[in-house]
T-cell receptor, first 112, second 112 residues
Framework: ETGVTQSPTHLIKTRGQQVTLRCSSQSGHNTVSWYQQALGQGPQFIFQYYREEENGRGNFPPRFSGLQFPNYSSELNVNALELDDSALYLCASARWGTGELFFGEGSRLTVL | QQQVKQSPQSLIVQKGGISIINCAYENTAFDYFPWYQQFPGKGPALLIAIRPDVSEKKEGRFTISFNKSAKQFSLHIMDSQPGDSATYFC???????????FGEGTQLTVNP
């Protein structure tokens, strides 16, 4: 059974650029959610996807968007990057309704 | 109110001692309370979790105590080991799938 995998592990962008982060869910999981973790803080919920549709969103602007594919993998897209977007972006997968989230190792984004 | 408050921010314990981390919540709709362990450069790993109809859950050296009336729950690590040194996050799930609200984290150091 493979775990949650994320790519890339690290990336550097400049302000105003766009970024796409990718996530492969754990086998047997049909829900994927994304979290932003700033340095020294707890993860903050961005949104979750179930059956390829966004199903719940945290307090993040529309320039944060995502996709879930039929194989339950997912993408997080962030447009018009700002300095404050620098963080660790975590993807988590689960079976819908269980609450047992399994996280990937994250993508470390630095915005200069 | 979706907040989960965690204390202490940091904790130093001697090897073999008991580590205790506390969390409090306000939203009575929360129905699942996991604890995550995170090592530097890694994603959070699910450690143990409890539902509000149970007052205590034990798995090995890890125990969750849950007080529904006080809206508080805590993690106890018995016989703490240097390998337990990590950041611990409490979290709570609302009624929406994979949406977790995390505490701010506790950095645990276990001295040999």
């Amino acid at each position: 059974e493979t775990g949650v995998t994320q790519s890339p592990t690290h990336l550097i962008k400049t302000r105003g650029q766009q970024v796409t982060l990718r996530c492969s869910s754990q086998s047997g999981h049909n829900t994927v959610s994304w979290y932003q973790q700033a340095l020294g803080q707890g993860p903050q919920f961005i949104f979750q996807y179930y059956r390829e549709e966004e199903n719940g969103r945290g307090n993040f602007p529309p320039r944060f968007s995502g996709l879930q594919f039929p194989n339950y993998s997912s993408e997080l897209n962030v447009n018009a990057l700002e300095l404050d977007d620098s963080a660790l972006y975590l993807c988590a997968s689960a079976r819908w309704g269980t609450g047992e989230l399994f996280f990937g190792e994250g993508s470390r984004l630095t915005v200069l | 109110q979706q907040q989960v408050k965690q204390s202490p921010q940091s904790l130093i314990v001697q090897k073999g001692g008991i580590s205790i981390i506390n969390c409090a919540y306000e939203n009575t709709a929360f129905d699942y309370f996991p604890w995550y362990q995170q090592f530097p450069g890694k994603g959070p790993a699910l450690l143990i979790a409890i539902r509000p109809d149970v007052s205590e859950k034990k798995e090995g050296r890890f125990t969750i105590s849950f007080n529904k009336s006080a809206k508080q729950f805590s993690l106890h690590i018995m016989d703490s080991q240097p390998g337990d040194s990590a950041t611990y996050f409490c979290a709570a799930r609302g009624t929406s799938g994979s949406r977790l609200t995390f505490g701010e984290g506790t950095q645990l150091t276990v001295n040999p």
